[in-house]
């Protein structure tokens, strides 16, 4: 079946400790994007990347990062740098401008 | 940039009642708009979206919207609602031809008997 794989799906943080999220899809789609999910406050795009090897900041991307290197996989890096990273991540994948996004079924990341 | 606002929280609705879910968008240029809905846990799943054409937009599960550009609203309804509705929606918005989209904080649906 096509569709988009985040793993894990939980995932916890030690203070200081970067850690990566992993997103893979198989639908052949150009576009892939990296939500962040917290209470109330809906999805925020922390980046996006149109082809690979090139990808732009979101709205929040400070203390994050991310990297383009085949067209299947989009991983997260969540730095040391990121104060608060406690929330649920998503990725999304689509095919042009405009276009729907298929979603992950999200990881959970909490800090210990 | 465009936004949207959601302008409901939290629906609470019987089974079978009608069920009507708000947005307002802001924007300087043309727009695409989407709503999503997410089960628990889950990713988010495209309902319906308004590219162009007619405003009357119909969707999965028997929802539909009606895009309306001098109120920039993009209501969502479901004349008669299952349990099997519960969930949180949200609405999103991107500019014509634009790869971001933005989304509304969620309006969280709980269906009761």
């Known amino acids: 079946d096509g569709g988009i794989t985040q793993s894990p799906k939980y995932l916890f943080r030690k203070e200081g400790q970067n850690v990566t999220l992993s997103c893979e899809q198989n639908?052949?789609?150009?576009?892939m994007y990296w939500y962040r999910q917290d209470p109330g406050q809906g999805l925020r795009l922390i980046y996006y990347?149109?082809?690979?090897?090139?990808?732009q900041k979101g709205d929040i991307a400070e203390g994050y990062s991310v990297s383009r290197e085949k067209k299947e996989s989009f991983p997260l890096t969540v730095t040391s740098a990121q104060k608060n990273p406690t929330a649920f991540y998503l990725c999304?994948?689509?095919?042009?401008?405009?276009?729907?996004?298929?979603f992950g079924s999200g990881t959970q990341l909490s800090v210990l | 940039a465009q936004s949207v606002t959601q302008l409901d929280s939290q629906v609470p609705v019987f089974e079978e009642a009608p069920v009507e879910l708000r947005c307002n968008y802001s924007s300087s240029v043309s727009v695409y708009l989407f709503w999503y809905v997410q089960y628990p846990n889950q990713g988010l799943q495209l309902l319906l979206k308004y590219l162009s054409g007619s405003t009357l937009v119909k969707g999965i599960n028997g929802f539909e919207a009606e895009f309306n550009k001098s109120q920039t609203s993009f209501h969502l309804r479901k004349p008669s609602v299952h349990i099997s509705d519960t969930a949180e929606y949200f609405c999103?918005?991107?500019?014509?031809?634009?790869?971001?989209?933005?989304f509304g904080a969620g309006t969280t649906v709980t269906v009761r008997a």
């Open positions: 639908l052949n789609h150009d576009a």
């Open positions: 999304a994948s689509s095919t042009n401008r405009g276009e729907k996004l298929f």
């Open positions: 999103a918005v991107s500019g014509v031809g634009d790869y971001k989209l933005s």
């Open positions: 990347s149109q082809i690979v090897n090139d990808f």
